[in-house]
Nanobody, 114 residues
Framework: QVQLVESGGGLVQPGGSLILSCAAS????????MNWYRQAPGKQRELVGV???????NYADAVKGRFTISRDNRKSTMYLQMISLKPEDTAVYYC????????WGQGTQVTVSS
């Protein structure tokens, strides 16, 4: 059974930083392409970024240069490092494997506000 568990969300001031984690189980993590999505209030869920099994990454234009995805295959964990956070980054952040019809975590709330 695939299980993805996000953690690390919270309230942060504009310009601040956070690191989210996604702990995976029930999959062969080291060969899995993993995704971060987010959903802001009243908006559709959007792809934030992707990390492939070899560590290659791709990001949405809105977060390029501010967000970094990494992975630790020994711990079956993916990370999302976020810096220079903006109020428009406020959303529930989800860990995903396999796209829309794949496995999802429960999400972690990130609120950027002064």
């Amino acid at each position: 059974q695939v299980q993805l568990v996000e953690s690390g969300g919270g309230l942060v001031q504009p310009g601040g930083s956070l690191i989210l984690s996604c702990a995976a189980s029930g999959i062969v993590f080291r060969i899995s392409t993993m995704n971060w999505y987010r959903q802001a209030p009243g908006k559709q869920r959007e792809l934030v970024g992707v990390i492939t099994s070899d560590g290659s990454t791709n990001y949405a234009d809105a977060v390029k240069g501010r967000f970094t995805i990494s992975r630790d295959n020994r711990k079956s964990t993916m990370y999302l490092q976020m810096i220079s956070l903006k109020p428009e980054d406020t959303a529930v952040y989800y860990c995903n494997r396999g796209g829309a019809h794949g496995a999802w975590g429960q999400g972690t709330q990130v609120t950027v506000s002064s």
